[in-house]
């Protein structure tokens, strides 16, 4: 069910007009090279501003278990992304006219959505790290925000890692917060232009060939997930 | 778990303002976005440069009561029902072989249903849109579920997998040495056992396809339409708060879950995604 229309579109970024051609990548070099560029901007930094919220926070909440704090970082995991879009959309709109379709706009409503997920895995990682270093560093007088830069984040790298990846692919595949934040003018989200190729132009090579480039930029995530599946099977 | 121990600075009054202050602001961030759609859903008159709406009302709650709007929510919660009893169907036996048996291709079948979560989905249900329209399912209710499907099957399989996981398999060799049948041990031992499980796993499911957009947006076009998709055509002709109202109640289910798992599921909810 998933992995034949994925073959399929693979084998159509191919093929035009029944043969094998690049023509399709050309098409997509000429026209969506910036908005490529573009998405790997957006969502870098809507991962940078992911983990700027979350590491403090992480770093705060290891310190000091503090319930409500905690649930409220973890309500963004249940709210789902077309409602994100559109409530981050009419959150920022009145105040700040034309902001939420541009590319500031579209990494907060992400980085928000993505809070949830990151606060989860982090602080999971932050709680194995074990309290002795901490105490440690603490009689040494380092204070929560210390503590956190020189101890947490290296001694859970491996695990920031992960969640960088996997939060970073799930951006550039987002579809339905760049949607419904609204469409400016300039470069869009990769997964738009699929929509809008294949949609209005109906022109399924080019927007296979479009929907390639998303997967092979996405490559690390999956590699994640099977690098977790394999080290699973031994353990 | 690991242990978890707790410290941190003495008491005092600078701890308690500095808990409340980072309240404060987690509220802000968190429920700031959240409670300005109570606000827009509540706007009847709310003009470019004012801060605040001009005139507050129910109207556009009243809508709700509408035809366009209950035939969405109709259409939703009868595809999400399909999905989830087709899911739990195929997953059941599925999760239970994953979980207990070292046949060759484990592996291979557990990437299989990871796929859809590592990469992008939009240009695969294109894809699937166009095969859909060859044999006649696009934009019916059967290709919606079809397409939904996809997804909840990641969601099904990898909860059922760790639900079974969690059971001690001595359980079920004990009914096999006192002379019960695999089938009857299954049935009589595992599936009783697991049904808190499946309950957690049945929940995700639904809600999944509840709040599914970007394949129902693909798939469904132009007849089959559920909320999200309302919501995004009422976002698209401006009606900002028709859109606000359909985001509040798209959250409700969202909400019901949060709270039960946080009660009553919580241990196995994290321990999927732990796997993930």
Aim: aromatic content about 12%; proline content about 6%.
């Amino acid at each position: 069910m998933f992995l034949w229309p994925l073959a399929a579109s693979v084998a159509a970024s191919f093929t035009r007009d029944g043969a094998l051609t690049l023509a399709n990548y050309e098409t997509v070099r000429r026209l969506y090279a910036v908005d490529v560029a573009y998405t790997v901007g957006v969502a870098a930094a809507g991962t940078a501003l992911t983990f700027a919220v979350a590491i403090p926070a992480c770093g705060w909440l290891r310190a000091r278990a503090f319930g409500p704090v905690e649930f409220l970082l973890k309500v963004p995991l249940f709210v789902p992304f077309v409602v994100v879009g559109h409530a981050l959309r009419v959150f920022m709109s009145p105040y700040v006219p034309g902001f939420s379709s541009s590319w500031g706009g579209i990494a907060v409503a992400l980085a928000w959505k993505h809070l949830g997920l990151a606060v989860l895995l982090l602080l999971g990682a932050f709680r194995s790290v074990d309290e002795s270093y901490l105490e440690a560093a603490r009689n040494f007088g380092a204070g929560t925000g210390r503590v956190t830069r020189d101890v947490l984040v290296p001694m859970a790298a491996s695990s920031l890692a992960v969640s960088g990846i996997l939060i970073f692919s799930s951006m550039l595949a987002s579809f339905s917060i760049p949607l419904m934040m609204g469409r400016g003018g300039g470069p869009q989200m990769l997964m738009i232009d699929v929509y809008y190729r294949f949609g209005q132009h109906g022109d399924f090579a080019t927007a296979s060939a479009l929907g390639v480039v998303a997967y092979l930029l996405a490559m690390g995530a999956a590699l994640v997930y099977v690098r977790r599946l394999t080290a699973g099977r031994h353990a | 778990m690991p242990d978890v121990r707790v410290s941190g600075p003495a008491p005092g009054l600078g701890r308690l303002v500095g808990r409340a202050a980072t309240l404060a602001i987690a509220a802000f961030v968190v429920a700031g976005p959240l409670a300005s759609l109570v606000v827009w859903s509540l706007a009847e008159r709310w003009t470019a440069g004012s801060p605040w709406p001009q005139r507050f009302g129910l109207r556009y709650w009243a809508r709700m009561a509408s035809g366009d709007f209950l035939e969405p929510l109709r259409t939703g919660l009868m595809v999400a029902t399909m999905v989830t009893v087709l899911a739990l169907i195929l997953a059941l036996p599925l999760g239970y072989a994953l979980a207990r048996l070292a046949f060759p291709g484990r592996t291979v079948v557990l990437l299989v249903f990871l796929l859809p979560q590592a990469f992008p989905q939009l240009p695969v249900f294109a894809s699937a849109t166009r095969e859909f329209y060859r044999w006649g399912l696009a934009g019916t209710v059967p290709g919606v579920v079809l397409v939904h499907l996809v997804g909840a099957l990641v969601f099904a399989v990898w909860t059922m997998t760790a639900v079974f996981r969690a059971i001690a398999p001595e359980l079920e060799e004990a009914a096999w040495n006192l002379g019960a049948s695999t089938t009857r041990a299954f049935l009589g031992i595992a599936l009783p056992l697991a049904v808190p499980g499946i309950v957690a796993s049945a929940l995700l499911v639904f809600l999944y396809s509840l709040d599914e957009f970007t394949g129902t947006l693909l798939v469904g076009a132009p007849f089959v339409t559920t909320l999200p998709v309302y919501m995004y055509t009422a976002s698209v002709g401006y009606e900002l708060q028709i859109a606000s109202v359909t985001a509040l109640v798209l959250m409700v289910p969202g909400a019901v879950l949060l709270l039960l798992l946080e009660r009553f599921l919580r241990a196995e909810y994290l321990a999927f995604f732990g796997q993930v």
